[in-house]
């Protein structure tokens, strides 16, 4: 099979080809690179359906893409592994897990005879995740010479930096604004490895922290018991998803895991992509599929405005992909995975409007309808009276900018529970803290500057957001934030060089500059382009559009300018006078790749088609008829359905459920949480044990 | 005070419930009352399922072998899946003295007409393929034995007593109970106050608590016990495995593989852990898997998915208390279940149905003997 789904050209990310190596999927050879995720070899080389639930016997793939759930199930040389945790390499043989995996016969008295004591170490400090607020955090316990021990499940430290390729919001001073994500964690990380005080354990995760004090800790496949003194829970969120006919289908991801997938592995999963929510995470996965080539047929929101920022929005509809607000998901479609999807317009109280249906043919639906915070460790620690703090999206979903903020006094706060002699944490830092975690203001008019002559920045940045890049770079001081120095609009006050400092450095590609010098009735307008795997010259022609994707006409490229240190390239436009302050951008997707279906497909027995419980498949219906006889405890669903049951431990029914009762009109005060038990993800006896190597990935 | 119950049942458990649904279809009014928000929430869902009806003595084996009828015939009977699993229990010995001790009960057993028999080392490694066979003698073998779904079964006789007239009251905990004239009048909660001909007191761990409120006393201690259970797999062992070597830290530890495909095991510390202490600790991991892992060195790649802590009401001598109280006449024990509430649960259910309503058979008598209330607690049970 060959590696069609390889994404061999990225705008931002450097693709280097890697070792080739063979494994086999069911007995058939196939090609992927040392190393990588199973997960992701297997989708290179075109393979979607990784075996078959054990419960409907339907097939199914990856789901999480984050070794949280197991949908990613496959038999890798005899023992049942989750794929996309698994590192990949020569000769492997694996196959299809469909239905129960067979328990290998082997085993023998070799694995046994490796049993040991399970190691056990003391630190001072255990930092849980190696995000931005994780090593945000390490770096100052670091700083302040504390023996932390930084443990992350994943290979590469980094957390979600390593997903982002955009830049940051925020200011350059705190957050390093205008510089891409993933360049940050690389950054961070080099500090933390460089600093004598912090040891790092990759590829390991938290199972538990038990009731005396210990903390059990998957690592690289051994298990080992860590006590602490303090703790500080960075682990991130989990992402939410929804009850809908088909949500069970192969295709249908959270937005984190595609941009694993596209944006860590490279590996191209979909063709076509609709997206439900509009948060900043649904709209950036829009903007970072476009730029690994796949095409992105719509977004649905539920609110009548998008909730993440008007800029991000306002790059997707300019590519043109249409942005539905009002609308939800009312079904995906298709056998065994997704074929389409189908929206509705909603009404004022969130019910779908019957006639306004559309099915748009796709074969991904990303659900990115926020995040839940993994706070599990720090409700653990909090029952075993072990001092604990938490940082990042573990404490509250937000920006990574405010992440790598409340991480830094985090750090200071572990520290000085450990009795370091610690700085007062300045009252600023909180401040800034809570101003990274702003929501977006109101979108303010659109003031366009009079004069036509010169070169001038026009700036489409119409609502306030805690970003201030754009007055920052600018060498003659002439853009300055109106207002609050973070939050506030920024605005143009008239010394411009045209060095096109502020169009690179913005992350909502909002500033363009346009340059009457020249030819005062064509200038010349300079727009940022990230879409550099979309071939463009000089001379050609484009479908030139305002700030919210409206075309404005065909406009020539003047000409090309490649910066190599950001990324992003500046396209010259030549535009005629009256439209050229209004141009932003220019589109990339042809309308007709995101005109809907001529007819609307609508599920039937639509509630025994969504699934209540992934893992174990429960229909909605299930789940209702329970709630509808007066059951209110969660534990009691669970005890007669195996909702939450299943292999991710319950990590994603739970708000699946309570979204249930909330239809059914259920007070939320009446529903009896569900009881949350180790472990956190599932783990070989052998390996509980003390043995060697029985884990994953050995 | 809330209207007039035939009996009041305390404890919406492992015997509480099935009660319930015995007590309903004899006709008789019921009302459960639990401090907890569901039925099963304290030790029902802790119980990993296994059911036997061979033990030592002839009141537990009766209870039990009426048990396995009603949770064998529950589906073809009643229509719900409760996950019932004929898949029998063995207790493999390692030692001469082991094969002993196993082999003299074995009598006792054969004496009552239990089906179990000895399997040789050979035929034991065809039941349990890949268990150890160094220093194998042989195992018991019960095929009658099985086990079922705590969580569904308890649910479905809830769903079933419901419908035949039972009532329960959830997160009401019982306050006092009003005793007039060497009787329980009625029960007082958090909630409300309610009128009963009889009580029951099913409460499992709060047992102790419930009876003191009568002005009674029965030694029942809450014991910990670690459990967990892992993924599902394709079915590779038969009967629960009970292996009763004493080790440093803990006594027995025994484990199936249930109608879903999933291993659930269970360890009994040593020395006990009383008490109720329902969080998670570190030891229970290393101590566990390492036994189960040299016993079964097949199971070392097979994945755990999630462990809980729970309590064996404990009585001194392992032996439950059941039976209508002495002193107070219309006040009937059916506490002390020692870890087996489930398996007693449904027989018991109907027994003390038969008690509640005066129509106790000879049979009956016998059983009650070994679970009498006023006994001295003096013996100790061969097969805890």
Partial sequence: ????????????????????????????????????????????????????????????????????????????????????????????????????????????????AGIGAVPEVEVDALVIGAGPAGLSA??????????????????????????QTHKFFGSVEDSQAGTRGIRIGRKLAEQVAADPHVTVWPDS??????????????????????????????????????????????????????????????????????????????????????????????????LPECGGYKVHAD???????????????????????????????????????????????????????????????????????????????????????????????????VARALGAKVEEIPAAWQAKAEQLKSHPGKVEPQVFPEAEEGVMPVIHCLQEIPCNPCSTVCPTESIRMEGDPLLGLPRYDGRCIGCAKCVLVCPGLAVTLVDYRRDREMP???????????????????HGVDIDGNELGEFEVAALQQNRENLTRLVRLRVPRALAKRVVSFRLQDQAVVQPLPAAQIAADADNQAMACLCERVPAAEVRRLIRSGVTDINQIKAITRAGMGACGGKSCDTLIRSIFRQEGVDPGKIVPGTRRPLFVEVPLGTLAGAPGAGEGE | MGKNHDVIVIGAGSVGVPAALSLARAGVSALVLDELASPGQMSNKKAIGGIRATHSDFGKIR????????????????????????????????SAGMEKKLKELMKVQHGFGLDIRWVSPEEYNELVPGISMEGLRGSTYSPGDGSA???????????????????????????????????????????????????INAAGNSGRDIARLAGLDVPVVPDNHEGAITEPVKRFFGPMVVDIRPEPGSANYYFYQNNEGQVVFCITPDPPILGVQNESTSLFFPQVAKRMVQLYPRLASLRVRRSWRGQYPMTPDGFPIVGRDAAVGNYIHAVGMCGQGFMLGPGLGELLTRIVTHKETADDGRILQSFLPGREFKGVEALK
Avoid at chain 1, 138 to 159: F, N, Q, S, Y
Wanted: proline fraction near 5%; charge should be neutral; charged fraction near 20%.
């Fill in chain 1, 1 to 112: 099979m060959s590696e069609q789904q390889r994404i061999l050209e990225h705008p931002v990310l450097p693709v280097t080809p890697g070792e080739t190596v063979t494994f086999y999927w069911n007995n058939e050879p196939v090609e992927g690179r040392k190393g990588e995720a199973l997960s992701s070899a297997l989708i290179a080389a075109g393979i979607a359906a990784f075996g078959r639930n054990a419960h409907d016997h339907a097939p199914q793939g990856i789901f999480c893409a984050n070794g949280q759930c197991s949908k990613c199930l496959v038999i890798a040389d005899g023992k049942p592994v989750k794929s996309c945790m698994t590192p990949l390499r020569e000769g492997m043989k694996v196959n299809a897990a469909d239905d129960l995996p067979e328990l290998p016969a082997g085993g023998g008295t070799g694995e046994a």
């Fill in chain 1, 138 to 163: 390490a770096v100052e316990l670091g700083r302040l010479g504390i023996a932390t021990l930084l443990v992350d499940d994943k290979h590469e430290p980094g957390g979600k930096l390593v997903l």
């Fill in chain 1, 205 to 302: 995760t938290v199972l538990y922290v038990y009731s005396d004090r210990k903390v059990g800790i998957l690592r690289d496949g051994k298990y080992a018991l860590v006590s602490p003194k303090v703790i500080l829970n960075a682990a991130g969120a989990r992402e939410k998803s929804l009850v809908f006919p088909g949500n069970h289908l192969i295709g249908v991801y959270g937005a984190g895991a595609f941009q694993t997938l596209v944006n860590r592995d490279l590996v191209r999963p979909s063709r076509r992509l609709f997206i439900v929510g509009g948060g900043n995470v649904g709209l950036i996965a829009g903007y970072h599929a476009i730029q690994a080539g796949i095409t992105v047929v719509g977004l649905a929101e539920a």
């Fill in chain 1, 315 to 413: 790059k997707l509809k300019r590519l043109g992909v249409p942005i539905f607000t009002s609308h939800t998901v009312l079904s995906a479609n298709g056998g065994e995975r997704v074929e389409s999807v189908t929206i509705a317009r909603v009404d004022e109280r969130f019910r779908p409007v019957p006639g306004t249906e559309q099915t748009f043919a796709c074969d991904t639906l990303l659900v990115a309808v926020g995040l839940d915070p993994i706070a599990e460790f720090t409700a653990q620690a909090q029952a075993a009276g072990l001092p604990v703090f938490s940082a990042g999206d573990a404490a509250e979903i937000a920006e990574a900018s405010s992440a790598m903020f409340n991480g830094r006094i985090a750090g200071l706060a």
């Fill in chain 1, 524 to 542: 010349i307008v300079t727009v940022p382009y990230e879409m550099s795997h979309v071939p463009l010259a000089a001379g050609d022609k484009v």
């Fill in chain 2, 63 to 94: 209870v039990c072998q009426r048990s396995i009828e009603i949770f064998a015939g529950w589906k073809e009977n009643e229509g719900d899946d409760i996950g019932w699993l004929s898949n029998g229990y063995s207790y493999p010995a390692y």
């Fill in chain 2, 149 to 199: 779904s705590p969580l569904l079964a308890v649910n479905a006789f809830f769903f079933k007593s419901r419908a035949a007239g039972a009532e329960y009251r959830f997160n009401e905990k019982v306050t006092s109970l009003r005793l007039d004239k060497g009787k329980v009048a009625s029960v007082v909660t958090d909630k409300g106050e309610y009128g009963c001909g009889q009580l």
